[in-house]
RNA sequence: GCUGGGAUAGCCUAGCCUGGUAGGGCGCAGGUCUGGAAAACCUGUUCUCUUAGUAGAUCGGGAGUUCAAAUCUCCCUCCCAGCGCCA
């Protein structure tokens, strides 16, 4: 949530970030409106409450006296009656002003740049060299910078096709028994898919990460804390009949760990590392990467998480991006890092990078990773502060995935292919996991 | 699931029976004192409102009774103990 003070102190702030993000500022300018309405009641109620306590406090001392003031009693009943007249319509401006300021997105930082769609996205850098068959090296050249590459002979077999000739995946009977979008992992896959969970785990304990499992559910109030409206209409599932949402991401469950809480400064920063399995309904993805584990409804992640001081929080940033980078390096995948356009990022967000790693079979770079700094806004959502000196000041949060199974077991596939026989070779860095060095038919 | 006990400001706690300005302690901040510090003492230390007040709200959440609710009544949530069930 954004800072309400703020937004009424520097409305012009607000207005440029909203503009840029694509973002319709008539929910400003509504906002503005209820507010000001808001503000003009409080006044009314306020005054009519400070004649009800004169009044109470008058019957007190007359009751003392042995009196009784049934004249007082009637005027305060008489206020009793305007004072919920006014307070019925407060509430109601109040349901539509919280409602409005909970879709106003972050303030933007000022290095996100201002563009609106996917494909804008600013390069970063690259890292690798990436195996491209001829017919992609122009879209390659051109969303690649200057990255090295060499070219196949043929092109490499979708993992789609791969998973289901060596018999690793099931994807019609998982498309039986749940539906589309699901899958049954089986043999190797499964010992691969634990190794990189493991790899993972390791790998960002030894930088100083607390290793969390957390509660694959939330109630609304951590969900609608740790998270944004966008989240909750596409991507969340829900238990009937009960206060709880799977988990899209651990980021959610680990943002709201501290709801409602004060650290102590020294503290700071806290580093949390969560593992969960993520339940995503991709509401709005039809057609897309239909086929294969590429995007299913359920898989597992490792996610990054820091607490930190507002004035760190760009450290941080970084910290997590080399942390995510590193991971994607020792799993020898060639990727490119993106700044995420203004107009693409989420509401929470005031600047993302996403790690995109080269599918050579797809001929594209696809997204396996995403790192956000949040700021404020998510600590506001979930009222999570730290003693400093001169009053509790709110935290800064950022996430970014280490790594999310399914995809990155694709990429594997994809870049990993053996030559002459149907299968693909593990990355070094998972040989100790794993113990077997491919996975062939 | 059942029975009982709890939830008061950053933390601890009083007040609840018997309705009438939420009191104290710790911690923290500022001040007095000091060469400096400690101790002692004083002041402050929840939130809201750009009329900042002799203002309003606030005692886990919600509803009710009353002129008036931390206090009485009802419903709900969570925590603790015991019992039950259980991989």
């Not at 000739?165 to 634990?194: H, P």
């Not at 709801?259 to 709005?284: M, T, W, Y």
């Not at 404020?376 to 996430?399: I, M, P």
Request: with cysteine; hydrophobic share 35%; glycine share 6%.
């Amino acid at each position: 949530m954004i800072d309400i003070k703020l937004l009424r102190e520097k409305p012009n702030l607000f207005y440029d970030s909203c503009k840029a993000r694509g973002f319709d500022t008539k929910v400003l300018d509504q906002f503005f409106q209820l507010d000001e309405k808001w503000r003009e009641n409080l006044k009314a109620i306020n005054q009519l409450k400070h004649e009800k306590n004169t009044l109470s406090l008058e019957v007190a001392k007359a009751m003392k006296e042995g009196a009784e003031p049934s004249g007082i009693k009637d005027k305060v009943r008489e206020i009793n009656i305007r004072i919920d007249q006014f307070e019925v319509e407060q509430k109601e401006i109040e349901e539509s002003r919280t409602r409005i300021v909970r879709i106003i997105p972050n303030l933007l930082d000022k290095e996100a740049p201002r563009c609106l769609t996917e494909e804008e996205a600013a390069l970063v850098h690259t890292w690798g060299k990436a195996k491209v068959f001829p017919e992609d090296l122009d879209t390659f050249r051109k969303s690649s910078g200057g990255m090295e590459y060499e070219l196949l002979q043929s092109r490499p077999t979708s993992h789609v096709d791969l998973v289901q000739d060596m018999g690793i995946v099931d994807l019609e009977r998982a498309a039986k028994t749940s539906g589309a979008r699901f899958y049954y992992m089986k043999n190797r896959l499964v010992k691969l898919e634990l190794a990189l969970v493991n790899y993972a785990l390791d790998f960002l304990s030894e930088r100083g990460f607390d290793l969390v499992e957390p509660p694959f559910m939330l109630n609304y109030k951590a969900m609608e804390g740790a998270t944004d409206v966008e989240t909750f209409k596409d991507t969340l599932y829900k238990i009937e009949g009960e206060d709880l949402y799977l988990i899209s991401t651990a980021e959610h469950p680990l943002a709201a760990f501290f709801q409602d809480e004060i650290l102590e400064e020294g503290a700071l920063p806290i580093r949390l590392a969560g593992v969960s399995p993520c339940f995503r309904k991709e509401a709005g993805s039809h057609g897309k990467d239909t086929k294969g584990i590429f995007r299913v409804h359920q898989f597992t992640k490792i996610e990054q998480f820091i607490y930190c001081k507002p004035e760190d929080s760009w450290d941080f940033f970084k910290e997590l991006v080399k942390n995510s980078e590193d991971m994607f390096r020792s799993l020898e995948l060639p990727y490119r890092v993106v700044n995420i356009c203004s107009g693409d990022l989420g509401n929470l967000a005031a600047r993302k990078y996403d790690i995109e790693a080269w599918f050579p079979s797809q001929g594209k770079f696809r997204e396996v990773v995403s790192a956000s700094n949040d700021t404020d806004y998510q600590a506001r959502s979930l009222n999570v502060r730290y003693r400093a000196k001169g009053g509790n000041r709110f935290v800064h949060t950022l996430n970014s995935t280490a790594v999310a199974t399914t995809r990155t077991l694709v990429a594997i596939m994809e870049n990993n292919q053996l030559k002459n026989e149907t299968g693909f070779r593990v990355p070094k860095a998972l040989v100790p996991y794993t113990g077997f060095e491919t996975i062939a038919k």
